[in-house]
């Protein structure tokens, strides 16, 4: 659904983006990470036809960025950190008038508006001016702006952004929902857990440069090694502790606790607990040590 290779746009002679390469199948969430300036934005700006790149090449839903702008803004849904909402309109004929530009008919029209502003809980206060919504409301009727004509290509940049925790899972779900063998997804957002619990890929971005792409699981045995495991025996090892595969690296035994990491724990654990239990030792716990994205995020910044 997307392909970019190459991208990167300049402005004089500062390179915002450089060498922006990335795939993104149908029916696959990316998640898109980076501090403030990394070039996320801009990114998404070329991929939708607002900026031209400088240089590269990219598609998506099959149209060429720089030549077909027409045809990929009609194929994406856009949810921009600026949402550029017309403040003085009722929130239904701020949508209708969307709709219209997106040639839908006027029964069609007023079923998806009704259901996306039910969804959001904006139903009641349809026809209430804009300006009169809170920054949480305005989130949601600029995601349900989006969601009108049903994209195939969704690019989300903050969507959960000044949401209320309750308003916050309510969007997590809808784009949960909105994952589809038809449609891709990618979300730019400064919020880690978000990214961890949506994305099927991490992508982050420093300085312009995409620096780390893969599955949540493959960054975090790339960036921080092997996972780590509590494994807690039924009493104090009286004696040296038996012999390990060589593979498994033991990092620390303490009392009845030992901690180690295993490369390959599918193959690797079950021989771990075949050795203590041949050696006398029963098992009471045996367990992953939790790591977070957070922890790769920062080992990526600091290089």
Known sequence: MIHAE???????DFWAVEDFTLDVAAGEVVAVLGP???????TVRMLVSVLQPTRGHATVAGFDVAT????????????????GLYTRMPAEEYLDFFA??????????????ERWLRYFGLWEYRSWRIATYSKGMRQKLALARALLHEPPVLLLDEPTSAMDP???RLVREAIRGLRSQERAIVLCTHNLYEAEELADRIAIMRRGRLIAVGTPDDLKNRW??????????DRVPSAPLPTFPPEVEVLQSEGPTI??????WEHFNPLVVQTLVSA????????????????????????
């Open 6 to 12: 190459g991208l990167g746009k300049r402005f004089d």
């Open 36 to 42: 403030n300036g990394a070039g996320k934005t801009t």
């Open 68 to 83: 077909q702008g027409l045809d990929v803004r009609a194929h994406v849904g856009v949810l921009t950190e600026q949402h």
């Open 100 to 113: 219209q530009i997106y040639g839908l008919d006027e029964r069609l029209r007023a079923e998806r508006i």
């Open 166 to 168: 309750e308003s916050a």
């Open 224 to 233: 921080l090694g092997p996972p780590m495991f509590e494994l807690v025996l």
């Open 259 to 264: 901690y180690f990491r295993s490369p390959d």
């Open 280 to 303: 006398g030792y029963g098992i009471r716990r045996l367990s992953e040590i939790p790591r977070h994205l957070e922890q790769v995020y920062l080992e990526v910044m600091a290089q």
